[in-house]
C-alpha cells in the first residue's frame, strides 16, 4: 500500500520547509494531501517568488482549507501521519485546543485522535510562556514539536543544507530512509 501523508502549510515564515518536503515526498512517490492556508499562500508569494499552483503542484491531493467534508477530515481515512510545516502560533493553539475551525485543524485533530503521528513543524522566536504552554499541550496530546533548529556539526554550506537537516529530521519521524541530514559519526580529531 502506498504510504500517505497530510501536509499542512500554515502562515508562519518558512514556507520553503513545507515546499521541499513535498518536494521529497514526490520524488519518494508518497500520496499527500495538502492544504494551504490563506496566510501561507502569501507568505509562498514574498519568500519564495512561486505562485500557490507551483506549490499545489507538488502534491497528490489539494483541499481547500474551509474544506471540511474532505476525505482527511475523518479517522476512517487511513494516513501514516500528518507534517504541519510550517507551524504558525495560531495554527499551533487551535491544534492543542482542538478549535476546529478549518480543514487543517481538523486533520491535525483527528491525527491526534486517531493516534497517528503528528509533526509541528513550529515557526516563531522568541517563545513567551504562553507559547511554551500551547506547544507543552499539543504535546501532552502527542503531538511532536519540530521546530526547523539547524545543526552545524556537518557544517553547512547553503541554506539548502540547513533545510534537507530539518526535512531530514522530519523523515526519520516517520522512519522513512533518506540521505538529506549528515547523521553524527561521532567526533573524530
Known amino acids: 500500500m502506498k504510504k500517505k501523508l497530510i501536509i499542512g502549510i ?6 520553503i520547509y513545507g515546499i521541499r518536503l513535498l518536494e521529497v515526498l514526490k520524488s519518494l512517490n508518497f500520496e499527500t494531501h495538502l492544504m494551504i492556508t490563506d496566510a501561507a499562500s502569501f507568505n509562498i508569494k514574498i519568500e519564495t517568488g512561486l505562485k500557490r499552483k507551483d506549490v499545489e503542484d507538488l502534491a497528490t491531493y489539494i483541499y481547500s482549507i474551509d474544506d471540511t467534508g474532505a476525505p482527511i477530515a475523518s479517522g476512517s481515512f487511513i494516513t501514516d501521519g500528518m507534517v504541519v510545516i510550517p507551524c504558525s502560533i495560531k495554527t499551533l493553539s487551535a491544534i492543542a485546543h482542538s478549535y476546529n475551525e478549518n480543514l487543517l485543524i481538523r486533520a491535525a485533530d483527528v491525527t491526534l485522535k486517531e493516534k497517528r503521528k503528528l509533526i509541528l513543524v513550529v515557526r516563531e522566536t522568541p517563545l513567551h510562556i504562553g507559547h511554551l504552554r500551547i506547544m507543552t499541550l499539543a504535546a501532552e496530546q ?30 526519520d519521524q516517520f522512519h522513512i530512509e533518506n540521505r538529506l541530514l549528515k547523521r553524527w559519526e561521532g567526533y573524530k580529531d
Not at 519540530?146 to 545543526?151: A, K
Request: net charge positive; no cysteine; hydrophobic share 40%.
Open 10 to 15: 500554515s502562515g508562519a515564515t518558512g514556507v
Open 142 to 171: 502527542g503531538a511532536i514539536i519540530l521546530p526547523p533548529m539547524p545543526s552545524f556539526y556537518y557544517k553547512p554550506k547553503t541554506i539548502s543544507d540547513i533545510i534537507d537537516h530539518t526535512i531530514g529530521k522530519i523523515l
